[in-house]
């Protein structure tokens, strides 16, 4: 009669268990491919490219339901590159994200290390209007010849609900890498942003800042200025899309970028392609012709061989001129090429 009351005292032990664990999920994308690539004035390169498009990573994530309709969550998510085993950060141990938030009638509101609202990463991200994302090398909305802000330390993110399929959501960051000094000798961001996704409407409106407080000399204290707006309409097996990026910093870049893309449903799988512009100045390079211009196309492909895994294939070429013309960076002069697998858990 013991063993039988210890082994159902067991039994319900483990299972408490079980149903408080059920919560929690491990999950991690891998992708890695070959990449061809060469820019201006530079030798044409041959390598195996980790993460190319989406991050490799695995995470950890779990919600808490709290009644009356609260709960409190978390993810933790560290990225690492498939080329090596490495960290894609040094020194990071969840490099991608470190959130702790809480949800219920009010929105969500959280604390920690996640992608800022123009990152297109994380679970903050309201990017919009490029069919590209911020994957695919100099095809990404967030390469070089525009202007973004990644991810960030210190971060206190702010979600409404949704009404009528808009969200409003605002993010403050004490230290984009650190707050031990003084505040004002903290690098600071600051972001504003609405999301509109309803019918076959996805907008998205982003308002974004950097302080820079911690440089010195020349780029002391000169704030960074970025607003991005996208606009998605589906009809179907086609998405059009239309980005639009205005970037302003003295002694940096004054930019504005256009870009239209689509997604087209094609043979089974997912045709990307897009082609932007962008022109301005760029003060930071020191030259006497500082007006800028650049422009790129790009096309991806990704079939799917099952749920979990799919082909990806991507074909991009960039051109700067004027004060870019002799940039060697293949996102501003240059091309690449790209063929590889994901696979997702």
């Not at 974004?208 to 911690?214: I, M, N, R, S, T």
């Amino acid at each position: 009669m013991k063993k039988t009351l210890l082994a159902m005292g067991v039994l319900g032990a483990f299972s408490s268990l079980a149903i408080a664990a059920s919560n929690v999920t491990l999950y991690g994308v891998i992708e890695e491919g070959v990449l061809v690539q060469k820019a201006k004035h530079q030798d044409t390169t041959v390598q195996l490219k980790s993460s190319f498009d989406q991050g490799s990573r695995w995470g950890i994530k779990g919600v808490e339901e709290l009644g009356n309709g609260y709960a409190v969550g978390f993810i933790l998510e560290q990225g690492f590159n498939v080329d090596n085993g490495g960290e894609a950060t040094g020194g990071k141990q969840f490099s991608r994200e470190a959130f702790l938030y809480v949800t219920g009638p009010f929105g969500r509101l959280g604390a920690g290390r996640t992608g800022t609202l123009s990152s297109g990463a994380q679970s903050n991200t309201i990017l919009t209007g490029w069919a590209l994302g911020t994957g695919f090398g100099l095809s990404s909305w967030t390469s070089a010849i525009g202007t973004s802000f990644s991810r960030v330390d210190n971060a206190v993110a702010y979600q409404t609900p949704s009404f009528g399929g808009l969200k409003l959501s605002a993010m403050y960051s004490n230290g984009t890498s650190a707050d031990e000094n003084k505040w004002s000798k903290n690098n600071h961001y600051y972001g504003l942003g609405a999301l509109y996704n309803a019918n076959a409407i996805k907008s998205s409106l982003i308002l974004e800042a950097v302080d820079h407080k911690d440089a010195t000399g020349d780029a002391k204290k000169k704030t960074q200025y970025v607003i991005n707006y996208g606009f998605e309409y589906n009809l179907g097996t086609v998405t059009p899309m239309f980005a639009y990026q205005w970037a302003h910093q003295d002694e940096g870049k004054k930019t504005h970028m256009f870009g239209l893309s689509a997604k087209v449903a094609v043979g089974g799988g997912d045709l990307l392609a897009g082609g932007r512009y962008l022109f301005g100045d760029d003060d930071a390079i020191g030259a006497e012709e500082q007006k800028v211009r650049a422009w790129n196309i790009g096309a991806a492909y990704i079939y799917p061989l099952s749920k979990r895994t799919a082909v990806k294939a991507y074909a991009g070429y960039a051109d700067g001129a004027k004060a870019w013309k002799n940039t060697e960076d293949v996102a501003m002069n240059g091309y690449q090429v790209y063929l590889g697998l994901r696979h997702s858990f």
